[in-house]
T-cell receptor, first 114, second 114 residues
């Protein structure tokens, strides 16, 4: 199906484990983003990517790693999960850099770190 | 640095009443402004956006917002609330500096009673 998808939708893991959240978009959008949503904080940008092999840090990058080998995929890895990373994670994409284009959001992944 | 302040984490209205959700921003450059809506267990969906031109912007589902530069505000309104409007609303600002990254407010939950 066309659009932006995230997997898994729900994930429970333990402290110290590595976790990878997947994001896939079918629009060939140049830009992709990862946000986390926490009560009282709204959405905060973790990492973003302008194109394949180009990534940059956002507001809260510590503890996260991203890669973008293909335009359509933008996985987010928690190398050693901590309880403070319990959150809802949203992936988004947009078509053009430097323009006020719409960001299209995926359905989110709810991650619980025990 | 940009910032967005949404006044009121929760707003309650009766069905048929006026909806007013407040957003004030801070930006060192002329901003682009956005309102997104999030329904339970879903991603964010764009309601409307201001880029340039007319300061009164109309969006989906009967919502509109007015950009007031002198007040650094971008309040969201709807003349008559419907039960289906119950959701969380996020205001966001872009500084348009080459990357279309967004800074979000903390969100306002709109509650609609019959």
């Amino acid at each position: 199906d066309a659009g932006i998808t995230q997997s898994p939708r729900y994930k429970i893991t333990e402290t110290g484990r590595q976790v990878t959240l997947m994001c896939h978009q079918t629009w060939s959008h140049s830009y992709m983003f990862w946000y986390r949503q926490d009560l009282g904080h709204g959405l905060r940008l973790i990492y973003y990517s302008a194109a394949a092999d180009i990534t940059d840090k956002g507001e809260v990058p510590d503890g996260y790693v991203v890669s973008r080998s293909k335009t359509e995929n933008f996985p987010l890895t928690l190398e050693s999960a901590t309880r403070s990373q319990t959150s809802v994670y949203f992936c988004a994409s947009s078509a053009l850099a430097g323009d006020p284009d719409t960001q299209y959001f995926g359905p989110g992944t709810r991650l619980t770190v025990l | 640095a940009q910032s967005v302040t949404q006044l009121g984490s929760h707003v309650s209205v009766s069905e048929g009443a006026l909806v007013l959700l407040r957003c004030n921003y801070s930006s060192s450059v002329p901003p682009y402004l956005f309102w997104y809506v999030q329904y339970p267990n879903q991603g964010l969906q764009l309601l409307l956006k201001y880029t340039t031109g007319a300061t009164l912007v109309k969006g989906i589902n009967g919502f509109e917002a007015e950009f007031k530069k002198s007040e650094t505000s971008f309040h969201l309104t709807k003349p008559s609330a419907h039960m289906s409007d119950a959701a969380e609303y996020f205001c966001a600002v872009s500084d348009r500096r080459g990357y279309s990254t967004l800074t979000f407010g903390k969100g306002t939950m709109l509650l609609v009673s019959p």
